[in-house]
């Protein structure tokens, strides 16, 4: 088993909140991570019918039935359990007691909001990051091979082919969570809705230029849009506040959080594809991007994070604040250093005031090095920040 970083913030939030939610995309590794974290515990599947049947019909004599709590896994098949579980909190409110897991985050947070306001604490789970491979020794030596390979927990344990797995991954997510939320009546649109977003990844979105493409009224695309979002599947960076002078856009950015499912929309089946792709340089501050998410999202914190570009096109990829300093990060998906990679953080320095100290810059190189004092940094130390 490959550990998770998020095991130590479980164990932290366990000790104030007498339930913990863990929601994240299907496939990610919550119920793994929660029996790892919580071995003691009792675990109880609420995919499998008949104990959905049980919680629906009996919900008190099932939780009377753990006195001492238990695992809730796919809670989200029975959200009617969440006001249940509210009274056995109340009656016994000890840290840590229920531990619940969902993959449909918009089904288990309007439980939780409902019934467990301050009573629950959210973990959300994406796939593995590099510094958890790494410690595993399962990192590829290449960037373009861990891109395209992506970085679900069964690609590391089982004998299948990524491209094979996110074939069955992309057909299970539209049938089972798509069919249960959306009244989506041609799936071979929402089919094509999805690669068409892998086309526009680390772009602005224009919501109405996708809806158009798409054959979609603008309302459906941005229901659809919020679909994926809250599963777990994109992530919309959107854009810093302080405009220092300049217009700057409104739009958010649109990114995978993995982006190996993103390279199987797009028709990839090799690193050199990838390598070659005209969409590369977007692929690459994907994965980038996806990695800090996870880093700060295992560790139980918001994240905080966004891009800055004005209206004539300048333009860092990452901006965050780091206590007092504000920090910028720029992507850049070749191999090599070039002096010229950094002239988006020059424009930045100028404009927000800031130093070199305060600015990085990653690529797909394997040597971190320093330029002009500005710390320039290997694709595989990505999760520093």
Same mark, same amino acid.
């Given at each position: 088993?490959?550990?998770?970083?998020?095991?130590?913030?479980?164990? @932290?939030?366990?000790?104030?909140?007498?339930?913990?939610?863990?929601?994240?995309? @299907?496939?990610?590794?919550?119920?793994?991570?929660?029996?790892?974290?919580?071995?003691?515990?009792?675990?109880?599947?609420?995919?499998?019918?008949?104990?959905?049947?049980?919680?629906?019909?009996?919900?008190?004599?099932?939780?009377?039935?753990?006195?001492?709590?238990?695992?809730?896994?796919?809670?989200?098949?029975?959200?009617?359990?969440?006001?249940?579980?509210?009274?056995?909190?109340?009656?016994?409110?000890?840290?840590?007691?229920?531990?619940?897991?969902?993959?449909?985050?918009?089904?288990?947070?309007?439980?939780?909001?409902?019934?467990?306001?301050?009573?629950?604490?959210?973990?959300?789970?994406?796939?593995?990051?590099?510094?958890?491979?790494?410690?595993?020794?399962?990192?590829?030596?290449?960037?373009?091979?861990?891109?395209? =390979?992506?970085?679900?927990?069964?690609?590391?344990? @089982?004998?299948?082919?990524?491209?094979?797995?996110?074939?069955?991954?992309?057909?299970?997510?539209?049938? @089972?969570?798509?069919?249960?939320?959306?009244?989506?009546?041609?799936?071979?649109?929402?089919?094509?809705?999805?690669?068409?977003?892998?086309?526009?990844?680390?772009?602005?979105? =224009?919501?109405?230029?996708?809806?158009?493409?798409?054959?979609?009224?603008?309302?459906?695309?941005?229901?659809?849009?919020?679909?994926?979002?809250?599963?777990?599947?994109?992530?919309?960076?959107?854009?810093?506040?302080?405009?220092?002078?300049?217009?700057?856009?409104?739009?958010?950015?649109?990114?995978?959080?993995?982006?190996?499912?993103?390279?199987?929309?797009?028709?990839?089946?090799?690193?050199?594809?990838?390598?070659?792709?005209?969409?590369?340089?977007?692929?690459?501050?994907?994965?980038?991007?996806?990695?800090?998410?996870?880093?700060?999202?295992?560790?139980?914190?918001?994240?905080?994070?966004?891009?800055?570009?004005?209206?004539?096109?300048?333009?860092?990829?990452?901006?965050?604040?780091?206590?007092?300093?504000?920090?910028?990060?720029?992507?850049?998906?070749?191999?090599?250093?070039?002096?010229?990679?950094?002239?988006?953080?020059?424009?930045?320095?100028?404009?927000?005031?800031?130093?070199?100290?305060?600015?990085?810059?990653?690529?797909?190189?394997?040597?971190?090095?320093?330029?002009?004092?500005?710390?320039?940094?290997?694709?595989?130390?990505?999760?520093?920040?």
């Amino acid at each position: 088993m490959i550990n998770r970083a998020a095991e130590a913030t479980l164990q @932290r939030l366990r000790k104030g909140f007498p339930v913990l939610c863990i929601t994240g995309p @299907r496939q990610s590794g919550k119920t793994t991570l929660a029996r790892a974290a919580f071995p003691e515990k009792s675990y109880v599947s609420l995919e499998d019918p008949d104990m959905a049947r049980l919680a629906r019909e009996d919900p008190r004599g099932l939780l009377d039935s753990y006195k001492d709590g238990l695992i809730l896994d796919e809670a989200q098949y029975v959200p009617e359990l969440f006001a249940y579980l509210k009274t056995a909190v109340d009656l016994n409110p000890a840290p840590g007691r229920f531990v619940v897991t969902g993959s449909q985050q918009f089904s288990m947070l309007a439980g939780v909001t409902e019934s467990l306001a301050g009573r629950a604490a959210f973990l959300s789970l994406l796939p593995f990051t590099i510094s958890e491979l790494q410690a595993a020794g399962r990192l590829k030596s290449d960037p373009f091979d861990m891109i395209l =390979n992506g970085f679900y927990p069964p690609l590391f344990d @089982r004998q299948v082919s990524a491209y094979d797995w996110y074939t069955n991954y992309i057909a299970s997510y539209i049938e @089972r969570d798509v069919r249960s939320v959306l009244n989506v009546k041609d799936l071979g649109v929402f089919q094509t809705f999805v690669k068409m977003c892998a086309s526009r990844i680390g772009q602005l979105l =224009n919501l109405s230029a996708l809806a158009l493409d798409c054959g979609l009224s603008h309302n459906t695309a941005k229901a659809w849009l919020s679909v994926l979002e809250a599963s777990g599947i994109i992530y919309l960076l959107q854009p810093f506040h302080r405009n220092f002078g300049k217009r700057l856009v409104k739009s958010p950015k649109l990114y995978f959080t993995d982006t190996g499912l993103a390279s199987r929309l797009l028709g990839m089946q090799s690193a050199e594809q990838l390598f070659l792709h005209p969409l590369r340089g977007h692929i690459f501050e994907s994965f980038v991007v996806s990695e800090i998410l996870k880093s700060r999202l295992n560790k139980g914190q918001d994240p905080d994070i966004y891009f800055w570009r004005d209206n004539v096109g300048a333009e860092v990829d990452v901006v965050f604040e780091d206590g007092l300093k504000l920090c910028a990060l720029e992507i850049k998906s070749g191999k090599s250093f070039a002096p010229e990679h950094a002239a988006g953080l020059e424009t930045w320095m100028k404009y927000a005031g800031t130093t070199p100290d305060d600015c990085s810059l990653v690529y797909a190189g394997d040597r971190s090095l320093s330029w002009k004092g500005l710390a320039i940094h290997s694709w595989s130390a990505v999760t520093e920040f």
